[in-house]
């Protein structure tokens, strides 16, 4: 979208390189006008490099956060949209405020901890549109004629925090009769080209609060007082506070404690840390504008003479809406299914993160992937996964590699993808997370948009390929799996069968003409995959996780797979040794070859390692790794956050096995859904119940042993066709009652 608006921005401060620790004060903006007749309608329209908050007469335009979002800037700026119409008087002020972000701040983690990925100065513009009741319309831009200046936000950065010195204020700077007479004039950067050509508007809804706690106060030593969440989030505190001019509060925050104090080690070096100097005016309110973080425990320190009033903490992230429910009469597996749940809400901010604390926060395609199906019964994810899906192309090579993380910052090229430029199980994104957007939304234009560089994906795997096998050997395999390490050969060239399977399947539900060559790759594959790594009745590497794809993917029959997986649980007394990219179909696979009941072992489990063990730990969220605490070891070091989604991907079990919603895969948007639940027969589980709003309207579904019966009942949308079918089970009674069938079910006669 092309708008006539300038850039503008401002300078704060000395140039700051890649390697500096803080950035500059923020940049203030003001644009005061009159008008002479009050419109039917007012649309802003504003992109920035940073994040902003936009004001009008001292109201938010919006109620979100950090936006415009994270994309690749060098590929196309986002722009957002507001109805302002409510905010328009006749004499007004725009506002604007903007904060690194991830255009200017910190991004990458560990020895790839740089500023300035996409561009080294904050700048925005932005247009108001004011339409009248007889068809005439008006524009409000930014340029020349408006004003800048510096103020209370001393610094800001997504990893860092920010520092405020409320001394600083610059007052109600949004509203008409504020004096700027002591503003600058705002800066035009010089350009060879038109920013604006790259404009794109961003049709995603924004980050906003989703939730509020009040958190318990658990401890206290001399001026630090130590709070508890209650739940592991991802947000910011809000504080009110009463003090002298010049007291300052210390705000830091971590995911656990270690004896009885704030353990912040796996932040690495994000310090996660919010400061504010009172003006000393009374009561205060302090809530950081440009930042978040993953916490559940915080502690706030007063140096000076201050007051705590009260402190809340705000969680926030995408607002998507929730789809889906899931709860049975084990409460360990409920919470598994919260901490699940919770683990998407603190990750899915503008791109799916891996983790919201430490120096990373990074768009990791293998977690978006493997998590993909659970986030869209949990919430309705066709707009976000779209928008990541535009994040991978734009990330995409011109060999075809698909970076293991998207959007890809500068600091990555050269560093990361030595080595891992075609990781199996993150590339593989552009072809498993389409799909599953058509299965669950029936858009076929998103089928049609991500092919190509499907395509092109697998051109460079071929080329990359001897005899239609990849080397893995440097990639990063079954990723933090448990006790069994995998072949990364393996991995690889079971992921490339993958991807020739979308593809083949992709150009058959598009009407895509090489289908056929697909289907052609994917045997090619599949055959030198079982020449090379299937002997004697095994696979050469003999795991779980490479037992499950084998299956899942199809390069392994039922016959060869369910010996190999029930030799390895009973060596392990039914737990898993899955990673990352094992444990997504380890309970799907169980069950699909007759191993209900060893599924529902793996489950329920609660010692190590398990789902179960890190909620016998007091887990509220998924951690990433199965071991990221234990009583024996306590914590692990460097790389162990408290908040990963990628092992909750067991949620689309719930929904699809225990449950028994499964949409068909080739129907699209749930036109077809399959109702085909795996009951526990052991009792562990004796009732179930949920629901998931499909773009055709909600499904719900439950049972409950009653007896030596199962009661099963569903609700089934008129818009959808619904199949039944009950392996290991006769059906005794089956009464339909308009969109609700309820079924008697015994165990069938082993």
Not at 211 to 216: D, G, R, Y
Not at 277 to 306: D, K, M, N, Q
Not at 313 to 330: H, I, P, Q
Not at 400 to 418: D, E, F, K, Q, S
Request: with cysteine.
């Amino acid at each position: 979208m092309l708008l006539d608006s300038k850039w503008l921005a401002y300078t704060t401060g000395e140039y700051k390189d890649r390697d500096a620790k803080y950035g500059n004060p923020s940049p203030y903006f003001r644009k005061a006008f009159a008008l002479q007749r009050l419109p039917v309608r007012a649309e802003l329209l504003i992109s920035a490099l940073g994040v902003y908050k936009v004001y009008i007469n001292g109201t938010p335009a919006g109620q979100d956060w950090l936006s415009p979002g994270w994309v690749d800037y060098s590929k196309k700026l986002p722009l957002l949209r507001y109805d302002v119409t409510g905010l328009i008087r006749p004499e007004n002020a725009i506002g604007v405020v903007l904060g690194d972000g991830w255009a200017v701040g910190h991004i990458g983690s560990e020895y790839t901890f740089k500023r300035n990925n996409y561009t080294d100065r904050l700048e925005f513009t932005l247009t108001l549109r004011l339409q009248y009741a007889d068809g005439s319309c008006e524009e409000i831009r930014s340029d020349e004629s408006w004003k800048a200046a510096k103020g209370e936000i001393l610094r800001s950065d997504i990893y860092m925090g920010e520092y405020t010195d409320r001394r600083l204020s610059l007052g109600a700077y949004s509203c008409y009769d504020y004096d700027d007479s002591g503003w600058d004039a705002a800066e035009v950067p010089p350009f060879k080209f038109s920013r604006n050509l790259f404009l794109e508007e961003l049709d995603v809804p924004p980050v906003t609060v989703k939730h509020t706690f009040t958190p318990a106060v658990i401890g206290r030593s001399g001026n630090a007082v130590l709070y508890d969440v209650g739940q592991n989030i991802a947000g910011v505190l809000r504080v009110r506070a009463r003090g002298a001019a010049g007291a300052k509060l210390v705000l830091r925050h971590g995911e656990m404690l270690q004896d009885g104090a704030l353990y912040t080690a796996n932040l690495r070096q994000a310090e996660a840390t919010d400061t504010c100097i009172l003006c000393g005016s009374g009561e205060e309110e302090f809530r950081p504008l440009f930042t978040y973080h993953g916490f559940r425990y915080a502690e706030i320190t007063v140096e000076g003479e201050a007051e705590l009033l009260s402190v809340t903490a705000e969680a926030m992230y995408t607002d998507l809406a929730e789809t889906g429910s899931f709860s049975c009469s084990d409460a360990l597996v409920n919470r598994v299914f919260q901490n699940a749940l919770w683990g998407q809400r603190d990750n899915f901010y503008s791109v799916p993160t891996d983790c919201p604390q430490r120096d990373e926060r990074l768009g990791w395609t293998c977690d978006a992937q493997i998590f993909c199906q659970s986030a869209c019964y949990n919430m309705d994810c066709s707009k976000y996964f779209r928008k990541y899906l535009a994040d991978v192309r734009d990330a995409q090579l011109g060999n075809g590699v698909i970076p293991a993380v998207a959007p890809l910052p500068r600091v990555y090229h050269g560093y990361a993808y030595t080595g891992y430029d075609a990781a199996a199980g993150w590339s593989e994104c552009i072809g498993e997370i389409p799909y599953t957007h058509y299965k669950m939304y029936g858009d076929k234009a998103v089928l049609r948009e991500n092919l190509p560089a499907l395509k092109a994906l697998l051109a460079y795997y071929e080329k990359d390929s001897t005899g239609y096998l990849r080397d893995g050997s440097k990639m990063y395999g079954d990723w933090l799996s448990a006790g069994e390490i995998s072949d990364k050969s393996v991995i690889a060239n079971l992921y490339f069968a993958r991807a020739a399977w979308y593809a083949a399947h992709i150009c058959r539900l598009v009407n895509d003409e090489q289908a056929v060559y697909y289907d052609e790759l994917y045997a090619k594959v599949r055959a030198a995959f079982r020449a090379a790594y299937y002997k004697d009745g095994r696979l050469l590497s003999d795991t779980q996780s490479v037992y499950v794809l084998g299956y899942r993917f199809g390069l392994l029959s039922a016959e060869e797979a369910r010996p190999n997986l029930q030799r390895k649980l009973e060596a392990t007394n039914c737990h898993l040794t899955t990673g990352f990219l094992g444990v997504k179909y380890l309970l799907p696979v169980l069950c699909d070859l007759g191993m209900v009941q060893q599924a529902y072992r793996v489950l329920t489990q609660r010692d190590y390692p398990g789902w179960g063990y890190s909620v016998v730990n007091g887990a509220t969220t998924i951690w990433e790794h199965w071991d990221s605490y234990t009583q024996e070891k306590g914590f692990l070091p460097g790389m162990n956050s408290f908040n990963h989604f990628s092992l909750g991907s067991c949620v689309e079990w719930m929904y699809e096995y225990c449950l028994g919603i499964r949409p068909d895969d080739t129907a699209g948007g749930c036109s077809r859904v399959l109702f085909c639940p795996q009951f526990d027969f052991e009792g562990g589980i004796t009732a179930a119940q949920g629901h998931y709003d499909s773009v055709r309207g909600r499904i719900t579904a439950a049972w409950q042993w009653q007896g030596d019966g199962v009661n099963y009942t569903v609700t089934v949308p008129a818009a959808v066709k619904a199949q039944f079918a009950f392996p290991g089970c006769t059906v005794e009674q089956h009464t339909a009652q308009g969109e609700t069938h309820s079924f008697l079910l015994r165990r069938a006669a082993q």
